[in-house]
């Protein structure tokens, strides 16, 4: 329900003057004030081409946090001499790059355990996870963005499934690991039984984990 932009009569260019005799000084006012509004009309006075016109504006509705808000499928337009003025080049020689690319390493490490730990204890929301579908159009909107962008999403992906292969979990390195180091500290290695249950366990909590990203990649595209 409600009436999209482009149909309403708004076009790429105009600039909203006021709405309901309410003067728009920001776009932040005007997102504001539209999503307070989910199905009522509007009535808008824009600027086009050094011309003023009056038109009709109904926001449509839509769900976002739990909550029924107005939206009308417009965005904000950017100059692009103005982005370009605040877009900064960044780039280190051979021997600062790579003290710079283990500290960065490290960073992501931590923040990719930071965000498991967040998700398993329910302060952050499944919605978080992503699979391969996810991966996949992040990977397309960063080969759009350019090449730096691409292998940087690259490196990131590498270190979050470098740290999850860690975890000590029966069936990942990680859970090899946990196995040596048992056998460090009792001087044996340990039961064929445990190492048995060990891998039932671990490959039960993978086969999860790959149905509920696979589930919440599937309803990402459907929402």
Known sequence: PG??????????????????????ESWIQWVKYVRKRPLVPMQLTIEREGRRMELELIPQVVEADGKSVGRIGAANKVDPALRAKYRVQYSLGVLE??????????????????????????????????GPITMASAAGSAVDAGMVYFLKLLAIISISLGVFNLLPVPVLDG???FY???????????????????????????????ILVFYQDIARLGG
């Open 3 to 24: 009436q999209p932009a482009e149909k309403a009569g708004l076009l790429p260019g105009d600039s909203i003057v006021q709405v309901d005799g309410v003067p728009m």
């Open 97 to 130: 790059a790579f003290p710079a690319a283990v500290v960065k390493t490290w960073d992501f490490s931590a923040l990719t355990l930071k965000v498991m730990w967040r998700i398993l204890s329910g302060q952050a929301s499944l919605k978080n996870l992503g």
């Open 175 to 177: 859970g090899h690991l």
């Open 180 to 210: 040596f180091l048992i056998e460090a500290v009792t001087g044996k290695p340990p039961s064929e039984q445990f190492m048995l249950r060990g891998q039932q366990v671990g490959l039960a909590l993978l086969l999860s984990l790959m």
